[in-house]
């Protein structure tokens, strides 16, 4: 009985092969079609549906890799969790609560009816209302300055110095009328905390950041590391609020999909229709993948199916 003790003991010791993982997800994955690259925001339509790549990032400071890990894509809707942490932090989730909610609207990432039934409230901070109110109450002098806080705060979370992809920001800004409209529906409700223009042109430009799967993952790590990046040592935020941005992620990270997806896996997670998407196990690491092609409530097919196989494998369902 005492060498069944020592082995389960060596057994529970032992870090999960991550490298291996991934290996194994990607060769599994690759060759799925399901799903179709986004082309309402026309720049996107011209990435390959055959870009796969995915990274884990630990709370110990590891990077696992594989795929096209070079390739850095549009963050979008990605961009929301961190940007609502840094309102986060700047007015405490109290006043996140109060002023862009914490409920699931049921609707598309986009619905103009979600906006109309609350009678202006965004219900939460990481569907496109909530996400361009989020961007009007950070606490800024002027448009410049509000930018500026922004892409620190994106560049401090993810340990780079990134940019924003022109040619995807030029296009969303020719045609982002439905998110022009969202953002003066709920002006006209008094839900809305400054100029909705510089709030939907700096929504649309954090938008178009470009990032890799290795800054994203870094970037999800903080979160499994309390609010502290296990790259640079910073406390990005506040540890007590870090539940309550994964709280967020988890009513409507995956917008309409997000109940299934906390059914199957139970992860927070996030993802952009660019085709990234993070996901986050607190105390251990978060995961990383991109791959373009879509399903119908705008989540990277491959980037679900590899995060959930790796988080059965490791055991990772919160619940
Ligand atoms: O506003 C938009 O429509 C895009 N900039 C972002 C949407 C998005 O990524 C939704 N995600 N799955």
């Known amino acids: 009985?005492?060498?069944?003790?020592?082995?389960?003991?060596?057994?529970a010791q032992t870090a999960p092969d991550y490298d291996a993982l991934i290996k194994q997800a990607h060769q599994k994955y690759k060759n799925n079609n399901d799903g179709k690259?986004?082309?309402?925001?026309?720049?996107?339509?011209?990435?390959?549906?055959?870009?796969?790549?995915?990274?884990?990032?630990?709370?110990?400071g590891k990077i696992y890799q594989t795929g096209d890990v070079k390739k850095?894509?549009?963050?979008?809707?990605?961009?929301?969790?961190f940007t609502m942490a840094l309102a986060m932090e700047q007015h405490g989730p109290k006043e996140v609560l109060d002023k862009l909610g914490a409920n699931a609207t049921g609707l598309p990432f986009n619905s103009?009816?979600?906006?109309?039934?609350?009678?202006?409230?965004?219900?939460?901070?990481?569907?496109?209302?909530?996400?361009?109110?989020?961007?009007?109450?950070?606490?800024?002098k002027d448009k410049t300055?509000?930018?500026?806080?922004?892409?620190?705060?994106?560049?401090?979370?993810?340990?780079?110095?990134?940019?924003v992809n022109e040619p995807v920001f030029k296009s969303e800004m020719d045609t982002n009328q439905h998110n022009q409209a969202l953002a003066q529906l709920m002006e006209s409700y008094n839900s809305f905390y400054g100029d909705?223009?510089?709030?939907?042109?700096?929504?649309?430009?954090?938008?178009?950041?470009?990032?890799?799967?290795?800054?994203?993952?870094?970037?999800?790590?903080?979160?499994?590391?309390?609010?502290?990046?296990?790259?640079?040592?910073?406390q990005l935020l506040n540890e007590k609020y870090v539940p309550q941005v994964l709280a967020e992620m988890a009513i409507a990270g995956l917008y309409d999909g997000s109940g299934k997806w906390l059914y199957t896996v139970g992860l927070p997670a996030k993802s952009g229709v660019g085709g990234g998407m993070v996901a986050v196990v607190p105390g251990k690491y978060a995961?990383?993948?991109?791959?373009?092609?879509?399903?119908?409530?705008?989540?990277?097919?491959?980037?679900?199916?590899?995060?959930?196989y790796v988080a059965q494998a490791t055991q990772s369902n919160l619940f």
């Open 1 to 11: 009985s005492l060498s069944f003790l020592v082995s389960t003991t060596t057994l």
């Open 37 to 60: 690259v986004a082309d309402y925001i026309p720049a996107l339509a011209t990435y390959s549906p055959q870009n796969f790549a995915i990274t884990i990032a630990t709370v110990d």
């Open 72 to 81: 850095a894509f549009p963050m979008e809707s990605l961009s929301k969790v």
């Open 112 to 140: 103009g009816l979600a906006v109309e039934l609350t009678k202006g409230a965004p219900e939460n901070p990481l569907v496109n209302a909530g996400a361009m109110s989020t961007v009007s109450l950070v606490e800024a």
């Open 145 to 163: 300055d509000r930018w500026n806080k922004i892409l620190n705060n994106l560049n401090a979370w993810a340990d780079a110095s990134l940019t």
């Open 196 to 234: 909705t223009r510089e709030a939907v042109e700096i929504y649309t430009r954090q938008c178009s950041v470009d990032v890799t799967t290795e800054q994203l993952a870094k970037m999800g790590a903080v979160l499994a590391n309390n609010g502290k990046s296990p790259y640079t040592g910073k």
């Open 287 to 308: 995961i990383a993948v991109y791959s373009p092609p879509l399903d119908s409530a705008g989540n990277s097919v491959r980037a679900q199916q590899t995060i959930e």
